[in-house]
């Protein structure tokens, strides 16, 4: 995200945390407050973009989402699961040990 896409978030963030509605002009203000220079685009896409939502709930759901899409994909990846047939294990090679090398690491 560039510094005027970032800006524009938080103030949008504040407003909404103080109540206050979300318009282009107020995110100008807020940056400006701050001495952060935006590209007069972004104060506009935003307002325009969160007029019509609920803030709060955008926010809610981004902490919901990771949890909610990490169950769906765990279900779809036990469905798919082939059957895997059971093999008996292989008889392991027994070791050498170190006397039969003819000597010890501590002699």
Do not use: Q, R
């Not at 407050?33 to 809610?60: M, Q, Y």
Request: hydrophobic residues 45%; negative net charge.
């Amino acid at each position: 995200m560039t510094t005027s896409e970032l800006a524009c978030v938080y103030s949008a963030l504040i407003l909404h945390d103080d109540e206050v509605p979300i318009t282009a002009d107020k995110i100008t203000a807020l940056c400006k407050a701050a001495s952060v220079e935006i590209e007069p685009i972004w104060p506009s896409l935003f307002a325009k973009c969160l007029a019509d939502k609920d803030v709060g709930c955008l926010i809610n759901a981004i902490g919901a989402a990771p949890a909610a899409g990490a169950a769906g994909g765990a279900a779809a990846a036990e469905e798919a699961a082939p059957v895997e047939e059971e093999k008996e294990p292989e008889p392991e090679s027994e070791e050498e040990s170190d006397d039969d090398m003819g000597f010890s690491l501590f002699d």
